[in-house]
């Protein structure tokens, strides 16, 4: 059994199938399975209005784990079990790629299969390696995993997906087996060194990962080995293998994540520093208005007194005047 997964974007919405074949495929049976599936989504998602039509194909890329970038898809030889590739549609009045993230492979409805294709996956083998796929591409090939913008102006679109991975972060930045530890540790929120459905889909979410119920109930099955109902870290370790792109993903955003906390505590830090300047300088404000206040009453004190002295010279100036007389 041979998987391939390849995505495109249908109506403004990026599927991704998992499709198998007895052995390696050629790039023409590919392209023929792809359109096949496709082709059936079109249908089932065609807008009021659109006329019926048929996924053409374009061209197909493949996303090549060692350089980290996007390719042209030319020879059956580029095609490796469960690789990653891109559909691009001939152009038509219905079809605008858009940028949008590639979800984990799923595969395509029975509706879909020809005898030709017919892409069924392995047990216990579907929607492996790829899922989660956030790589991008653009024609002048110039993605690197290890280093992606994140800001939206700046990142490459093949049809558009985003990565997750935050500007200058590089792959030596971690070992795989700490970006293992960082990520489980990110889904074990109880600290019992195991994972259950709940903590998979709360740790998706807090990352970013806007993935389907079903979808994570098959991301959890595949993880869930011993069938449990619990993911413990051994498994966890054989699951990463299995979603190397996404499992990087999850690191780096966690990362971003929690150096954006740090961030946000460092702000919170300097609000609080200038909120007790303000405090500061608005009692020493006030203690300047009091002392102030208190030389004004004793400058008046001063004047009265010296009032009082000249009345009483006053009045002894008259009662000597009156003696005198």
């Known amino acids: 059994m041979f998987l391939v997964q390849v995505a495109a974007d249908i109506f403004g919405n990026k599927l991704n199938f998992e499709l198998s074949f007895p052995s390696r495929p050629t790039v023409s049976e590919l392209h023929r399975a792809a359109e096949t ?12 209005g659109v006329q019926p039509h048929q996924f053409r194909m ?30 691009f549609q001939v152009e038509n009045p219905w079809h605008k790629e858009t940028q949008k993230e590639i979800p984990p492979a799923v595969r395509p409805p029975p509706s879909a299969l020809t005898p030709a294709s017919a892409p069924a ?10 899922a989660g796929n956030t790589s991008t591409y653009r024609e002048s ?28 972060f590089t792959a030596v930045d971690a070992t795989e087996d700490e970006k293992v530890r960082a990520v489980f540790a990110e889904f ?12 998979l889909i709360h740790g998706f979410r807090s990352l970013g990962f806007e993935f389907s119920a079903a979808t994570i109930r098959d991301l959890f099955n595949k993880g869930d080995l011993n069938a449990d109902g619990r993911i413990s870290f051994s498994e966890f370790e054989t699951f990463a293998k299995w979603y190397p792109i996404m499992m990087n993903c999850l690191f780096y955003r966690s990362r971003a994540f929690w150096e954006d906390k740090n961030m946000e505590r460092e702000i919170e830090k300097e609000k609080e520093a200038v909120r007790q300047a303000e405090a500061l300088v608005a009692q020493a404000e006030q203690a300047q208005r009091k002392a102030k206040e208190e030389e004004e009453g004793a400058a008046n004190q001063i004047l009265d007194a010296e009032g009082e002295i000249r009345e009483r010279a006053q009045r002894q100036r008259d009662l000597a005047t009156q003696a005198d007389q």
């Open 58 to 87: 374009n061209k197909m890329k493949v996303y090549n784990e060692d350089t980290g970038k996007w390719v042209d898809l030319r020879a059956e030889s580029q095609l490796i079990d469960s690789c990653q590739c891109y559909a």
């Open 141 to 168: 090939s110039t993605y690197q995993r290890s280093t992606v913008n994140t800001s939206s102006a700046a990142r490459p679109s093949a049809g558009g997906v985003n990565s997750g991975v935050p500007a200058g």
């Open 188 to 199: 074990d929120v109880k600290n019992q060194r195991m994972i259950d459905q709940e903590d």
């Open 37 to 48: 599936a496709f082709s059936n989504e079109i249908q089932l998602r065609r807008p009021a």
């Open 121 to 130: 996956s392995a047990p216990g083998t579907s929607s492996t390696y790829g």
